[in-house]
């Protein structure tokens, strides 16, 4: 169970008093909305008197007078009296004229913004007004001037006169009309696309008018020749209703087209027919065919053909009593417990932090290229003696796949043994034969392309099954060689182990899958616990710490880069996941999502210990350092929390580029069912990640295969590079979220932290060689702890802790008050050789 922390003291008066974290609230923001909100409509009323009062009032705003504005003498006959008649002068004469009323406007926008009414986008509605203002001040200074000789003041105000002077001695009227036509245009082009279609038609008349004929003449000839006669001129409703449909559906694609942060559906690769190749006769053809998948047929579930989301709400919470076999009333009158709470305010990383591929995910297809190898191909197995009756070609980011039906009679052995053949004729780096594909009835060709189409992570984060996925913890990892978004849900895997070399792809992999946690998870449901023992891989993830991770209380930082506190926080995870199998067992649930919907929907008592888990993912670089410093001391705890810590939603991730027996033993292995393999230096390398060869013939930069029961799955990983990583977690550091990192409980102490003998500390030839000095080096000190002893003998946590032990055990110091160090109870040196002579006696 995770230890609550001692009070701090607060370190300032803002803090003493809650003031910054009200500042953070939705409250506050809700307020602060209110208040611009009157602001605004004050400013309008002042400014809707100022057209009628300005007259009488402008005198004395012109010259005023020391101390005037306070409005003593009531002098201003302004509705919103002196403060009223002052901004309104200012915005109104000084400044814009009637354009000026399109401030207060832009303000109860903003107010609406803060208060969470309607999610608007402030800097869009900023520029626009701004332009806005700007364009119809110089516009009602020309054109309002002559028509109002009686204004008090300009309708354009100051700034109006000023740019139309300014502009006219520079370009003249005719200058400025055609300068205020175009900046028109663009604002409003920039407003919507439809503008471009009017002023289109607005110049070519003509054909606009032919168009308008011909589209009626070709209806006409549709209702003739469609034998339509006057009863079945009418159309019913339903029809109108199906054609508006289409043409909103076309009209929404060609929307999302446009807009940046719709999901793309993924782009299917290119499937190209080579049979005619395999002749050696045929030339190709300009035009390839590339066929894509056909779109299935939507089926509206109950859910979607409810149009009241009143109704909807309604049909999903029944569905959920059916299921779970409560009464209706229950749920009416017990609002579930928003797992999100306190910080609701909470926004996931926008898709605007991620840089956009251009090539929006489509692969780049080498026709030329797809014969020469098709050709070459074919010439390798009949030399052979290997017919083949079909060949295809499937493009993928990075290789394309050669499927290849033989003849019958042939052996499959035989084509698997012409690897090196093919690479040899094609002159290619990592040819991989897949004999047969599985599912399929054909054998697999993997070919990498010449110019290879890097997969950004942006591609795969906006795809239409990332954004409507629906596992636990998804992560992304890239695209197939069919171009498709690969995705993996960790809840199922549950443990993954990555492998590769130097340089292959490993660091950017789990960055990729770090990021697409984060796009999906809120803090509250997700906690990271990073071990970094190069200290420069997850450094780039500290500012999100407060929010997303999870520590032993008295580390320094969340990320660990001491390989000496390794052990020590893996066996805090294991405290922490016996704790929760006896919550678990308490609740009389199986998993922790049974046990999460049962919190949320009050059939646990908090009162009892009961708390919301969220998932904790531990992951774990250069695993190989870690076994060669602490051995089997690290391996043992990540074997437990392996087989176990499944159902209590945690799960692990461990990469090391140097897959050897040694590092990747049989239990590690037997429990890490989930494997990822970038390029390795020989084929023994992938036996032990894979289990299989295969991992040796990939082609680097984030090729990589991924295994998870079956047979592996060619993936092409996508790119995130640093900066993009620095904005993702800038951003989350800016938004409302936890203070502090989750704190992981205290480690259960060694059974022989006794000593080896079991005979206890008294026994002198039982204890630690480092036992006299430790002692009086506490003494000395007066502090008592056990990270103070393992700084002062360079010695492991655990042994530091044993000795901690065996000085509580002789009366030295006392016992272990959380984190906090230990007190000494021997004053002096003269009373520690006391209790050393009486140990020796013994």
């Not at 302004?78 to 008649?85: R, T, V």
């Not at 027919?273 to 939507?298: E, R, V, W, Y």
């Not at 006896?582 to 008592?605: S, V």
């Not at 989750?742 to 006794?754: C, F, Q, R, S, T």
Request: proline share 5%; aromatic share 8%.
């Amino acid at each position: 169970m995770a230890k609550k922390k001692t009070e701090r003291k607060p370190s300032n008066i803002r803090e003493a008093i809650g003031l910054a974290r009200f500042l953070k609230s939705e409250r506050a923001d809700f307020l602060f909305g209110l208040l611009i909100i009157a602001f605004a409509v004050y400013t309008l009323i002042a400014m809707f008197s100022y057209m009628k009062t300005g007259a009488a009032d402008q005198s004395i705003l012109e010259n005023l007078r020391p101390g005037e504005w306070i409005n003593t003498d009531r002098k201003f006959v302004n509705y919103g009296s002196s403060f009223g008649a002052l901004l309104s002068y200012f915005f109104i004469t000084n400044c814009f004229g009637y354009a000026a009323f399109l401030i207060p406007c832009f303000l109860i926008v903003v107010g609406i913004k803060m208060m969470q009414v309607y999610q608007v986008n402030l800097w869009k509605w900023f520029f626009g007004t701004c332009v806005t203002m700007l364009w119809l001040s110089v516009f009602m200074s020309k054109v309002l001037t002559p028509l109002l000789p009686d204004l008090f003041f300009n309708p354009g105000g100051n700034h109006g006169v000023v740019s139309v002077t300014y502009t006219e001695n520079l370009i003249g009227p005719p200058g400025l009309t055609a300068l205020l036509f175009f900046t028109a245009v663009a604002i409003l082009t920039f407003i919507s696309k439809q503008t471009i279609t009017w002023i289109r038609r607005m110049f070519n008349p003509l054909k606009t008018a032919a168009s308008k004929a011909s589209e009626m003449v070709n209806d006409k000839l549709t209702k003739l020749n469609e034998g339509e006669d006057d009863t079945e001129k009418t159309v019913s409703a339903e029809d109108h209703t199906e054609e508006s449909n289409k043409k909103n559906r076309k009209s929404n694609n060609a929307a999302n087209q446009t807009n940046d942060t719709t999901p793309r559906n993924e782009e299917t690769s290119s499937v190209i027919d080579l049979t005619n190749f395999s002749a050696m006769g045929a030339n190709i053809s300009a035009n390839s065919t590339h066929t894509a998948k056909p779109a299935p047929a939507q089926t509206r579930t109950a859910s979607q053909t409810v149009s009241n989301p009143t109704d909807r709400l309604t049909v999903e919470v029944g569905k959920e009593e059916k299921a779970s076999g409560q009464n209706v009333a229950s749920t009416t009158f017990d609002t579930p417990i928003n797992p999100l709470e306190p910080f609701t305010r909470y926004k996931r990383p926008g898709l605007d932090l991620l840089k956009r591929d251009g090539n929006e995910g489509k692969p780049y297809v080498d026709m030329e290229e797809i014969k020469t190898h098709n050709e070459e191909i074919v010439r390798v197995l009949k030399s052979f003696g290997i017919e083949i009756r079909e060949i295809k070609a499937t493009v993928g980011p990075t290789i394309t796949l050669y499927e290849i039906t033989p003849a019958e009679g042939i052996r499959i052995t035989k084509i698997r043994s012409l690897e090196d053949d093919i690479a040899l004729r094609l002159s290619a780096l990592g040819v991989r034969i897949i004999a047969p594909i599985p599912g399929k009835g054909t054998i697999g060709i993997e070919v990498p392309n010449k110019k290879r189409h890097n997969v950004s992570m942006e591609s795969i984060l906006n795809s239409k099954k990332f954004q409507e996925t629906k596992f636990d913890l998804p992560i992304a990892l890239g695209k197939t060689i069919t171009n498709e978004v690969f995705m993996a849900d960790l809840t199922k895997i549950p443990h993954l182990l990555v492998a590769g070399a130097t340089g292959q792809g490993k660091s950017v992999g789990l960055n990729v899958i770090i990021t697409s946690l984060l796009y999906k998870k809120h803090p509250n449901e997700l906690k990271l616990v990073l071990i970094d023992p190069k200290k420069v891989e997850f450094s780039v993830y500290s500012p999100i710490a407060n929010h997303f991770m999870a520590q032993v209380d008295d580390d320094d930082e969340p990320i660990i880069t001491d390989v000496t506190k390794v052990v020590r926080t893996l066996k805090s995870l294991c405290t922490l996941m016996d704790h929760r199998y006896d919550l678990l067992k308490l609740a009389g649930a199986r998993n922790i999502k049974e046990y999460n919907d049962k919190f949320l929907n009050h059939r646990l008592n908090p009162e009892k210990g009961h708390e919301f888990m969220p998932y904790i993912v531990v992951i774990i670089d250069e695993f190989g350092d870690l076994i060669m410093t602490a051995g089997k001391e690290v391996e043992m705890p990540i074997a437990r929390i392996a087989q176990l810590a499944r159902a209590v939603g945690i799960h692990m991730i461990i990469a090391t580029q140097r897959p050897t027996t040694s590092i990747i033993t049989g239990n590690i292995k037997a429990n890490f069912p989930g494997r990822i393999a970038f390029k390795v230096s020989s084929m023994m390398d992938s036996r032990i990640i894979l289990d299989r060869p295969g991992a040796n013939q990939l082609i680097g930069m984030g090729d990589m295969l991924y295994l998870n029961g079956n047979e592996p799955t060619r993936v092409q990983c996508a790119f995130i590079n640093t900066p993009e990583i620095v904005k993702i977690n800038e951003y989350i550091a800016n938004q409302a979220g936890p203070v502090q990192p989750m704190e992981l409980p205290e480690p259960k102490g060694d059974d022989d932290a006794n000593g080896a003998g079991g005979n206890g500390p008294g026994d002198i030839g039982n204890l630690d060689p480092f036992f006299e000095e430790a002692a009086r080096s506490v003494i000395i000190s007066q502090q008592g702890s056990t990270s103070m002893i393992q700084r002062r003998f360079s010695i492991g946590y655990n042994r530091a802790g044993r000795l901690m032990d065996q000085l509580e055990s002789a009366g030295i110091v006392g016992a272990a008050h959380g984190g906090k160090p230990r007190d000494v109870l021997v004053a002096d040196e003269n009373q520690l050789n006391m209790i050393l002579s009486q140990m020796k006696q013994k």
